[in-house]
């Protein structure tokens, strides 16, 4: 019944930009705060941000911080993630999930998520 769909995701020139989507279905979105997690080759899968439920606070992993930006529009169902300024450890599958704004635990099925790369 939930559904968690990333998409966005493409082959971006150093540096460059991309905005990703997370369209959820099958839950009360506007309820439940939402995670942006990432996983590249041989690495586990890395939490990067979070915003409450109505939009109104985000985190960010150091890693990112300045350079991503996560939102939400609850009337369309989705959360957003802009990525400015790639870097090399940025590429990796990108997933979303719902889960308590502070962490710890995630409350649904990942989905296939959506690949970040950098061209060569």
């Known amino acids: 019944q939930v559904q968690l769909v990333e998409s966005g995701g493409g082959l971006v020139q150093p540096g460059g930009s991309l905005r990703l989507s997370c369209a959820a279905s099958g839950f009360t979105f506007s309820s439940y705060a939402i995670h942006w997690y990432r996983q590249a080759p041989g690495k586990g899968r890395e939490l990067v941000a979070s915003i409450t439920s109505a939009g109104g606070n985000t985190n960010y992993a150091d890693s990112v911080k300045g350079r991503f930006t996560i939102s939400r529009d609850n009337a369309k169902n989705t959360v957003y993630l802009q990525i400015n300024s790639l870097k090399p450890e940025d590429p990796a599958v990108y997933y979303c999930?719902?889960?308590?704004?502070?962490?710890?635990?995630?409350?649904?099925?990942w989905g296939q998520g959506t690949q970040v790369t950098v061209s060569s």
């Open positions: 999930n719902a889960g308590p704004y502070y962490g710890g635990t995630y409350y649904f099925s």
